[in-house]
């Protein structure tokens, strides 16, 4: 079948990589050891959260902003983001001297907020709309409709996807050889767009993989409907990359020119974003981490070296690791939650402690709930595992113990309480 001509072509982001030669920076290109030694390959980091504003989106909005008239920076700029889109165009506004209106949803992390309003100063109004990206992408463009104001698209532009496509300029400069497996996290799909484009007429022997969140696998349902169709984002999680419908630009080149996109559970991607703190010294946001998260999914499948696995973005807010530890654990199988009825008597307590715990169990919750008659209370308990393989013993003294114990699944409505 006839393939349609693409928004972009390789031609477009090397324009686009002049533009922004002196505005952004040329991000590391770093070998991760662990993953080298886990795929028995030389794998790759290419580190946009060392970008400026700590994300690949501002060389997407800078090259749309720099390219309007003055008549049009007259009119002010509008976007809507989930943050990192918002930071890129706080940065290039305030370089270029152009008024913006930034709407951001509920979901946008209080770190990325205050970011926006650090950079963008008095040129830049934030104003929180909706609860996710594309409800927020409702009122900016309803707000652009009002006020005569330029919609700078986060990803469904043709200067978007070929600024964001500098990234892999970038990389083919860095890299010694041709890349034999590049994965890349997928949004909107601005950034894969971009990238492709440029690797399948630089490199077309490199295997392109796109990488996107389970709960808002928008590319993989494109894909299946061969058009663009809405979604249910389910999981608001990996915020960066949480987008009900991907752009009708960025599809078709994603369809032709990208070999594979593999979604990729959230929580999973929770343990690689600690792996990349404690072992890695990378801090990362949830989407940051999707790349190289999925690149430990092509263990036992024959790889093609070296690969090279974009890092997007660093903007993680401080407080939501209490969130990213607890929704590691439990994905890991060490940390698992009960509700036990204790009798309201002597030694009921320390039986649960004795008889049911193993010696290397640990308890990290015991909420006792007031009684709800007067023979019997209720505990949520939460319990942490030194291995997985524990919980098989666990599970056994509990049926075992006179105690009436009840696991509470993680897809329990009940275990949104506890992340």
């Known amino acids: 079948m006839e393939r349609m001509r693409h928004a972009v072509d ?20 770093h070998k991760s050891a662990r993953l080298s030694a886990a795929l028995g390959v030389p794998v790759w980091l290419k580190r946009e959260d060392q970008q400026i504003s700590r994300s690949y989106k501002l060389r997407g909005a800078f090259t749309v ?3 309007l008239s003055e008549a049009e920076r007259a009119l002010g700029v509008v976007c809507a983001s989930a943050g990192n889109h918002a930071l890129g165009v706080a940065y290039s506004c305030q370089l270029l001297g152009v008024r913006a209106r930034v709407f951001l949803p509920t979901t946008t992390p209080r770190q990325k907020r205050q970011q926006i309003k650090a950079i963008g100063g008095d040129l830049v109004d934030t104003i929180v709309a909706g609860h996710s990206y594309d409800e927020a992408s409702t009122s900016a463009k309803a707000d652009c409709a009002a006020t005569g104001a330029i919609y700078v698209h986060p990803f469904d532009d043709s200067r978007t996807i070929a600024g964001q496509g500098t990234v892999a300029v970038e990389i083919t400069n860095q890299m010694d050889g041709p890349v034999g497996t590049l994965l890349v996290p997928v949004g909107g799909g601005g950034l894969l767009a971009g990238v492709a484009t440029w690797f399948k007429a630089h490199s077309p022997s490199t295997r392109i993989i796109g990488v996107e969140p389970a709960g808002a696998a928008s590319m993989t349902a494109a894909l299946k409907a061969n058009h663009p169709v809405e979604i249910e984002a389910t999981d608001r999680f990996v915020e960066g990359a949480a987008v009900e419908r991907v752009g009708d630009l960025t599809f078709p080149i994603v369809r032709d020119l990208v070999d594979e996109v593999v979604v990729f559970f959230n ?6 974003m600690l792996d990349l703190y ?8 949830p989407a940051g981490a999707l790349a190289t998260a999925a690149a430990l999914l092509q263990l036992g499948r024959p790889l093609e070296g070296p690969m090279v696995c974009v890092v997007s ?3 993680n807010d401080v407080s939501r690791y209490a969130e990213t530890i607890e929704r590691s654990l439990v994905h890991e199988g060490l940390r698992h939650y009960f509700l036990v009825t204790f009798p309201q008597e002597p030694g009921a ?3 649960f402690l004795d008889e049911v715990l193993g010696a290397s169990d640990d308890i990290v919750l015991f909420e006792y709930v007031k009684k709800s008659n007067k023979d019997t209370g ?15 013993g666990l599970l056994e003294r509990m049926r075992e113990s006179p105690l009436s114990i009840e696991r509470v699944p993680p897809d329990s409505p009940l275990s949104l309480f506890l992340t």
């Open 349 to 351: 307590l320390r039986h």
């Open 313 to 315: 973005g660093g903007n």
């Open 278 to 285: 404690q072992v890695d010294g990378i801090i990362t946001e």
């Open 378 to 392: 209720p505990a949520l308990v939460g319990i942490e595992l030194e291995q997985a393989s524990d919980l098989g």
């Open 65 to 67: 902003i720099s390219s």
């Open 10 to 29: 390789a031609g477009d982001v090397a324009a686009a990589a002049e533009r922004l030669a002196s505005v952004v920076t040329t991000t590391p290109l």
């Open 267 to 272: 929580d999973t991607a929770t343990t690689e």
